[in-house]
């Protein structure tokens, strides 16, 4: 496998109009990705992105490097329901300080199928902008571009390139599932025609939740690894078996393995199995639950790797039992417990409804032992 730090933008790819939708060129470089964005980027929102996409640390190497990554929240005006880009970039500085490795926009935290084209890109635009000015350049910011078909998931990865996305993450498309080809053969496909024409390298996103159940094995994970565009995997599935198998098989194809820079990142989907994935080979988290305690997340990672088991294990314990009320909370469960103990996060867009006076009393008595945790490192 090729190192992901040097992957050259393709050129050409899918320059041409969809069909009877009108297209610009993407206000960066066209050039050098080929690629072109919707015109509903004319919006009021897209004037935004417009004037302030194109600077030279958006597009700098930011290899992905082991440690802890956040799937952000999306934030909204409780009234109007407009993106608060102000609150998603104070978020993001928090996390930034926090000592994150990373952030990725548009996930199932940051309820991408809640907004359109041009709202995805100014989260994403919003994010990398925070962490610039900040003195977070070096940051990475992982887009979710997952898509039911192969054309609008490429269109989504062009997009996340113009505002400042580093990496793709990419679920597999489900909706047609059971007229896939067999032996995964359509799926296999599917990420390397993404793959080939993105101007960002991808992460292939395994969350079977998510997408009717499909769960992909680690034989079909190894072998898209080996795409030079292709450098990680989230795996949400919790099966620690198949994270050890793919950490086992890419770094065996690595041609120099080194631990601090993987080719291929490997990631847990979820905090509840941060250091048994680190036993299995895996190289850290993107979880959400590290919105509401970034701190200690990553504190039990270096606890692990400082060898202090025994304490590592008691932090795994306040971070599994605080994802557990994330877990059943979802996207409105994670906002109501930012509101209680951090003073921000709001509501989600409609149709998820609002929590009741009860429920948000529930949800800041479960976060409550995580919540004081963080607060105390």
Known sequence: MAPHLDVSSPAG????SFDRVPFRPAASSESETGCLVLSELHSSSASFLENDSVEEDFHMSRPLIPGVYVPTMCFFDQETEDVDIEAIARHTVRLAEAGVTGVATQGSNG????????????????????LNEAGFSHIPVIVGCGAQSTRETIQYCCEAWEAGGDYALVLPPSYYAPLFAPSSQTIE??????????????????????VNGMDLSSDVVIKLAQHPKIVGVKLTCGNTGKLNRV????????????PE???FLVLAGSADFSIQSLIAGGHGILAGLANIAPKACIKTIELYKAGKYAEAQEMQEFVSRGDWTAIQGGVVGVKAGLQAWMGYGGYARSPLPKPTAEQAKSWKEGFRELALLEKSL
Do not use: M
């Open 13 to 16: 790819s899918f320059t041409t």
């Open 111 to 130: 309820e991408a199928v809640h907004l359109t084209h041009a709202e995805r890109q100014l989260v994403t635009l919003t994010t990398r902008k925070a």
């Open 189 to 210: 496909e599917y990420f390397t025609t993404v793959a080939d024409a993105s101007p960002i390298p991808l992460i292939i996103y395994n969350y079977p939740g998510a």
């Open 247 to 258: 950490a086992a098989a890419t770094r065996k194809l690595s041609k120099d393995y080194n």
């Open 261 to 263: 820079k993987p080719e």
